[in-house]
Nanobody
Framework: QVQLVESGGGLVQAGGSLRLSCAASGSIFNINLMDWYRQAPGKQREMVAGITDGGSTNYADTVKGRFTISRDNAKNTVYLQMHSLKPEDTAVYYC???????????????WGRGTQVTVSS
């Protein structure tokens, strides 16, 4: 079994900062892409930021310059540092990772259960 567990969400005032973490555990051979997504009430889930196992990153235009994604491959953990938070950043934030459980197995997408981020104005 493989699990992704997010942490670090909470309530913060506009302009504040939060750091999210997502740890993958279980039977893991390696992880390629790790992403953060978010879903606000009444809206579709959207990609926020992604990072490859080599460290290449990409961001949604709405968070560029404010959010930074990073990962610790030894700990199978991805982070999302969020600065200058805005009320429109309020959402449930989900971790997604492409994980291979064996050398001869294919990568499969796994999702965490999400962590709530609420930004008050």
């Amino acid at each position: 079994q493989v699990q992704l567990v997010e942490s670090g969400g909470g309530l913060v005032q506009a302009g504040g900062s939060l750091r999210l973490s997502c740890a993958a555990s279980g039977s893991i051979f390696n992880i390629n892409l790790m992403d953060w997504y978010r879903q606000a009430p009444g809206k579709q889930r959207e990609m926020v930021a992604g990072i490859t196992d080599g460290g290449s990153t990409n961001y949604a235009d709405t968070v560029k310059g404010r959010f930074t994604i990073s990962r610790d491959n030894a700990k199978n953990t991805v982070y999302l540092q969020m600065h200058s938070l805005k009320p429109e950043d309020t959402a449930v934030y989900y971790c997604n990772a492409g994980i291979r459980r064996g050398r001869d197995l294919r990568f499969i997408d796994y999702w965490g259960r999400g962590t709530q981020v609420t930004v008050s104005s």
